[in-house]
T-cell receptor, first 111, second 115 residues
Framework: DVKVTQSSRYLVKRTGEKVFLECVQD?????MFWYRQDPGLGLRLIYFSYDVKMKEKGDIPEGYSVSREKKERFSLILESASTNQTSMYLC??????????FGPGTRLTVT | KNQVEQSPQSLIILEGKNCTLQ??????????LRWYKQDTGRGPVSLTIMTFSENTKSNGRYTATLDADTKQSSLHITASQLSDSASYIC??????????????FGKGTKLSVIP
């Protein structure tokens, strides 16, 4: 069974704090993704990575950065958290084929 | 523009009844279409994946249909259960340059099954 895990289910941070969201997958997938999900907007792609040390901007990369030092781990970084980054963050991984597997999500609240 | 539209936005049905969710897309070139189920506060879980040549695919009480000519898909849920209460997300994949895939997500249909 493919497993995608995320470091926290719930996170509360203050405005201006640096936030790290970690994602780990155990199936040797090349591709990893970070999305945010907001009511009425659906899932929106923030960043993705096709290989170690490789990253590509998605549709809404502003205010975020990522790191992929190892194949199994993909981190999302909020350099200076803002209240409009309060959201559900979902990590996903995929082989070169069809199936994309999602993690359980991290609900981040920035106060 | 590549888009995926789902309807209805929300739906309430009685336990035991059937329902059908709709997905219309303009994504091109089409590679595959998936339906995901997302429980509240959880990540999406895949229900079905359909390629261009597949018209119908079942997964237990879930049956997905695809009409690639009209670019429409539906997800039919038979004999609904309380545990079917969730958001159902339609995702269409297109093959973009250099053999990579790009996913376009619908905004989901929120289904509530009540006793």
């Amino acid at each position: 069974d493919v497993k995608v895990t995320q470091s926290s289910r719930y996170l509360v941070k203050r405005t201006g704090e640096k936030v790290f969201l970690e994602c780990v997958q155990d199936m040797d997938h090349e591709n990893m993704f970070w999305y945010r999900q907001d009511p009425g907007l659906g899932l929106r792609l923030i960043y993705f990575s096709y290989d170690v040390k490789m990253k590509e901007k998605g549709d809404i990369p502003e205010g975020y950065s990522v790191s992929r030092e190892k194949k199994e781990r993909f981190s999302l970084i909020l350099e200076s958290a803002s209240t409009n980054q309060t959201s559900m963050y979902l990590c996903a991984s995929r082989t070169s084929g069809y199936e994309q597997y999602f993690g359980p999500g991290t609900r981040l609240t920035v106060t | 523009k590549n888009q995926v539209e789902q309807s209805p936005q929300s739906l309430i049905i009685l336990e035991g009844k059937n329902c059908t969710l709709q997905c219309n897309y303009t994504v091109s070139p089409f590679s595959n279409l998936r339906w995901y189920k997302q429980d509240t506060g959880r990540g999406p879980v895949s229900l079905t994946i359909m390629t261009f040549s597949e018209n119908t695919k079942s997964n237990g009480r879930y049956t997905a249909t695809l009409d690639a000519d009209t670019k429409q898909s539906s997800l039919h849920i038979t004999a609904s259960q309380l545990s079917d209460s969730a958001s159902y997300i339609c995702v269409v994949t297109r093959l973009s340059g250099a053999g990579s895939y790009q996913l376009t997500f619908g905004k989901g249909t929120k289904l509530s099954v009540i006793p």
